[in-house]
């Protein structure tokens, strides 16, 4: 409002999770801008657990079970559906999505963007030592 413009889109870059490249925004951009029913797209990498074999949580009854159910048919970690973590990297949105008055970044015409490479949070202090040791070892595999 302040300089009388509208945009098309927005993109929120998260500064505790810095480790994203100009390519990996330019293709996340371009999954979004082709599909026009999408309100939003974020970032995510390959989950480390896998909550249809690796993630329990407390029932009703006391006792704990798998937090998904594995869809019929399915018996190994391998085969189950596969599953992300939002790294909270980067996130895209689409005018509609404030228009439309969307509460969360997850809904149900959200896209992701897999990062091709490591990507975390700085959320303790631990992990400024990780990332302090990654960028002066040179073990990112990747430039920033």
């Known amino acids: 409002k302040k300089n009388n413009k509208q945009y098309d889109f927005i993109l929120d870059l998260d500064v505790t999770s810095p480790l994203r490249t100009q390519a990996d925004l330019i293709e996340a951009f371009d999954l979004l801008r082709?599909?026009?029913?999408a309100w939003n797209l974020f970032s995510v990498n390959p989950a480390g657990r896998n909550p249809y074999f690796n993630m329990?949580?407390?029932g009703e009854n006391g006792y704990y079970s798998t937090i998904k159910k594995l869809p019929e048919g399915i018996f190994t970690r391998q085969a189950a559906p596969k599953v992300?973590?939002?790294n909270a990297s980067f996130y895209f949105y689409r005018r509609s999505f404030f228009a439309d008055n969307m509460k969360s970044a997850i809904?149900?015409?959200s896209m992701i963007y897999v990062m091709p490479h490591i990507c975390f949070d700085l959320d303790h202090p631990i992990?400024?030592?990780f990332m302090s040791y990654l960028l002066g070892n040179n073990k990112l595999g990747f430039e920033i």
Do not use: I, L, P
């Open 84 to 86: 992300y973590d939002m």
């Open 107 to 109: 809904t149900d015409k």
């Open 34 to 37: 082709k599909d026009g029913n």
């Open 56 to 58: 329990v949580e407390q």
């Open 127 to 129: 992990d400024f030592e």
